[in-house]
């Protein structure tokens, strides 16, 4: 059977808080949603602003295979609104509940009823697909909801959705609330909300209850805790309802239920739509967070390595994903000698206990051994001198509320000295750009991820900054301690420079 996947993550991530994409972020997204096979695309609410209605015509005239849809209320200026943006569809919601209609709207059912199929027959009228979708539909009187359904269904809306708006189902009663939603004569949809962590399974029960459609978001994102997460139901419903843990690339169709997503582009949409919303993931998200696949615990680590089935339900490369080793004071020996032989780093067997030694009192005092801090130890243990190519000589900053924020830097370089200088969003971001125009003519890197952390409580705290740091397909992270957030960030910056540089030779 094959199920449609409607991804609502352009919405806003559906009215997530404090999210709101710009007109390119979102062609971006919709331009990758699209590639990776997803059907039906909610490009944004027309109504909303000028702005948004131009953020979907950019969509709408891109010419993309998935069919671009406008969330709608059941009034005709949204429709109309919706139709200045040339989508082939709106999603058309109706309150059903009597707390909705009687709290939100004031209305009567039986003026909710007509009012939303002469929306419907509106907008088919002038040549668009309707999917009539009841708000807080499993909040609502059975019969009242049927009746809006047949009413629609009879006026020749093409689609009907039934969505859980605060989460309130549960798998059970799931499973029976859309098996009698699916006697009805039009294809059934399912829509999600995650206030009790279970969007996903509800999403999977109406699917199996009859449900030939689903609703979701990239990363699970969405208002108050989110919606139904895309990875998470492809990756459910290509696994754990086909081959389970046996499951390759190659059996795509070996599940009862088959979607045309392209599951090894789970891991890069999940980053991009991080990267885009500014919504970063926990590590433990299921499917695509940084911990997803990774392994710390001696026990752990070793099973992997024999054989990744082990503690791995899937392979991380059927999403995209990698398998990770952490060091820290669970590291077994295993673990580190891949680690390791990854740095390229040979050691002797006196060696290696030394260095692994040295890592677990590091993990004692709760400290997480990063790519850059192991090479370091190892290089130590080796009594190899590292030759750093790049160093910092000075940087400056000017900042305040009345100037933009300015670094400038002196490095050097094999010897040569280059000076740089840059402006940025703030005194940090000044100095990154300083340092990535200074070595700009070496290496195009690429930072992928900045965190920063105060350890300890005022504001004379040392400063933890972590960075991953990309040139070409290898990604190393590194890490400074300093008093001086400036000087941490630079300092980690240049540490993985070096790293890569010297991987490069
Ligand atoms: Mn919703």
Known sequence: MKIKVLDTTLRDGEQTPGISLTASEKLRIATKLDEIGVNIIEAGSAITSHGEREAIRNITSEGLNAEIASFARAVKIDVD????????????????????????????KEEVLSQAIEASEYALDHGLIVELSAEDATRSDMNYL??????????????????DTVGMLTPEKSYEFYSELSTIKAPLSVHCHNDF???????????????????????????????????????????????????????????????DINIQELYSTSKLVSRLTGVYLQPNKAIVGENAFAHESGIHADGVIKNAATYEPIVPELV????????????????????????????????????????????????????VDLQAIAYNVLELKREQKVKLEEVTIVSGNKVIPTASIKLKIDDKDILEAGVGIGPVDAAIVAVKKGISDFADVELEEYHVDAITGGT????????????????????STQPDIINASVEAYLSGVNRLLEDVK
Do not use: W
Not at 333 to 351: P, R, S
Not at 464 to 476: Q, S
């Open 460 to 479: 004379d705290a040392l400063i933890d900054v972590i960075v991953k740091l990309r040139l070409g397909d290898k990604i190393i992270s590194a890490r």
């Open 320 to 371: 995209g994903h990698k398998r990770k080793f952490i060091m820290g004071k669970h590291i077994g020996t295993k673990g580190l000698k891949n680690n390791l032989d990854e740095l390229g780093i040979k050691a002797t067997d006196e060696q290696f206990k030394e260095i692994f030694e040295k890592v677990k009192s590091l993990g004692d005092m709760g400290k997480c051994v990063t790519d």
């Open 197 to 259: 962590g279970l969007a996903v399974a509800n999403t999977l029960g109406a699917i199996r209850a009859g449900a030939s459609e689903f609703h979701c978001t990239v990363n699970g994102i969405g208002e108050r805790a989110g919606n139904a997460s895309l990875e998470e139901i492809i990756v459910s419903l290509k696994t754990l309802y086909g081959k389970g843990q046996n499951y390759t690339i190659e059996d795509n169709g070996s599940s009862i239920y088959q979607t």
């Open 146 to 163: 049927k009746e809006i359904f047949n009413s629609g269904v009879d006026v020749g809306v093409q689609r009907i959705c039934a969505c």
């Open 81 to 108: 609104a919706a139709l200045e943006c040339d989508v082939d569809s709106v999603h058309l919601v109706v309150p059903t509940s009597n707390l909705h209609i009687q709290h939100k709207l004031k209305k009567s």
